[in-house]
Nanobody, 118 residues
Framework: QVHVVESGGGLVQAGGSLRLSCEVS????????MGWHRQVPGQQREHVAT?????GTNYADSVKGRFTISRDQNTVYLEMNNLKSEDTAVYYC??????????????WGQGTQVTVSS
């Protein structure tokens, strides 16, 4: 099994900061790209940031310059600064995982709520 667990969400005032963490554990060969998505009720889930194997990263235009994604082995972080009310959402971690004898697959966490008050 593969477990993806997020932490670090919460309530913060506009202009404040939060740091999300996501750890992948379980039985797998390797974790490849890792990233964050977010979803507001009634809307589609949207990409926020991805960090690829190595140091390559990409961000949604709406968070560039404010959010930073980083990684330490099988844990990925999302440092969120200058938060805005429109950043309020449930944030989901996604990890591309290779398991022995199984096809490459993306695993998702259960999500962590981020609420930014104006």
């Amino acid at each position: 099994q593969v477990h993806v667990v997020e932490s670090g969400g919460g309530l913060v005032q506009a202009g404040g900061s939060l740091r999300l963490s996501c750890e992948v554990s379980g039985n797998f060969w390797s974790v490849n790209a890792m990233g964050w998505h977010r979803q507001v009720p009634g809307q589609q889930r949207e990409h926020v940031a991805t960090i690829h194997t190595g140091t390559g990263t990409n961000y949604a235009d709406s968070v560039k310059g404010r959010f930073t994604i980083s990684r330490d082995q099988n844990t990925v972080y999302l440092e969120m600064n200058n938060l805005k009310s429109e950043d309020t959402a449930v944030y989901y971690c996604a990890a591309g995982v290779t398991r022995v004898g199984r096809p490459y697959n993306t695993y998702w966490g259960q999500g962590t709520q981020v609420t930014v008050s104006s």
